[in-house]
């Protein structure tokens, strides 16, 4: 009885706890924005009288290669009026087919510094004149100054973390994983073609976010490349909710052991455990 009434009790605060979760999902099969709002304008000629950003064949593309565009995603508000302590993202990513050298690259922005009308490139939208917001910044394009090709961490507009990266790591021929996730304790978790990025990374001066918006912007300059995007799920945690337990064994006496001689859990209970590696190799995300 006992073994039941925990098991019970354990499935009760796993539901508890994901029932203020916003969740956005699409694959962009269909060409007619639900749920977020697309922001750009007319491609360079002899394309002058289309407009970027476009849903062309199952894909968001942000940018086409060619010069002078910056185009975003904003998505409506997952979470209305609430405060969010986290979030994860999964999407994928094609970048390239432009200019010899490619620019100028991509940013996913979390906060609430903007609206459904923002557009940034790979810098994000800057530093807020309120609010607060975090960028995870995939910089294409060095500037002179030895910033870039890289994959950067930025909090309030301030930069907190830099990895530089070749070219030919950043850009992707075929569609390839981004997975990036924001943990509730305010550390950062950043994967990019099945290579860990950043590992539990500690963001300075970052507060969880209330009526915050998630955007991905993409910007070309006078280089171009192609931003293009499949796949966007984002599922978010809403600060206070309880959190789910973690039960490693059963306290009744009937309990029997397993092979490994520890006693039995059941698989309701179970906590998914990642294996962690050190710094610089992979990483089998969840």
């Not at 999407?91 to 459904?116: E, K, Y």
Request: proline share 7%; charged share 15%.
């Amino acid at each position: 009885m006992r073994s039941v009434f925990l098991k019970i009790i354990c499935v009760d605060l796993l539901l508890l706890s994901a029932v203020h979760a916003g969740t956005f999902t699409n694959n962009f099969s269909s060409s007619t924005p639900t749920g977020f709002t697309l922001n750009g304008g007319n491609r360079p000629a002899p394309n002058d009288t289309l407009i970027y950003p476009a849903i062309e064949g199952g894909i968001l593309k942000l940018t086409y290669a060619e010069n002078g565009e910056t185009g975003s995603i904003v998505l409506d508000e997952l979470d209305p009026g609430a405060t969010n302590a986290g979030f994860t993202a999964r999407f994928t990513v094609q970048i390239g087919g432009g200019s010899s050298t490619p620019a100028d690259g991509w940013t996913l922005h979390f906060g609430s510094d903007i609206d459904s009308s923002s557009k940034f490139g790979e810098e994000g939208p800057g530093v807020p004149a309120s609010g607060s917001g975090i960028d995870i910044c995939f910089d294409t394009y060095d500037n002179g100054g030895g910033e870039a090709p890289a994959i950067d961490v930025k909090v309030n507009g301030v930069q907190v973390a830099h990895t530089p990266e070749s070219v030919f790591f950043m850009l992707s021929d075929n569609f390839t994983n981004v997975f990036i996730q924001l943990n509730p304790n305010g550390t950062l978790n950043v994967s990019y073609k099945g290579q860990v990025i950043y590992t539990n990374l500690y963001l300075p001066g970052y507060a969880p976010v209330t009526g915050g918006r998630f955007a991905i912007g993409a910007r070309t300059g006078g280089l171009n490349e192609n931003n293009w995007f499949d796949d966007l799920g984002i599922t978010t945690t809403v600060a206070g909710a309880p959190a789910a337990p973690t039960i490693t064994a059963q306290t009744s006496r009937r309990a029997r052991p397993s092979t490994n001689g520890l006693p039995s859990v059941s698989p309701s209970c179970r906590t998914a455990r990642r294996r962690s590696t050190s710094s610089g190799s992979a990483t089998t995300w969840p």
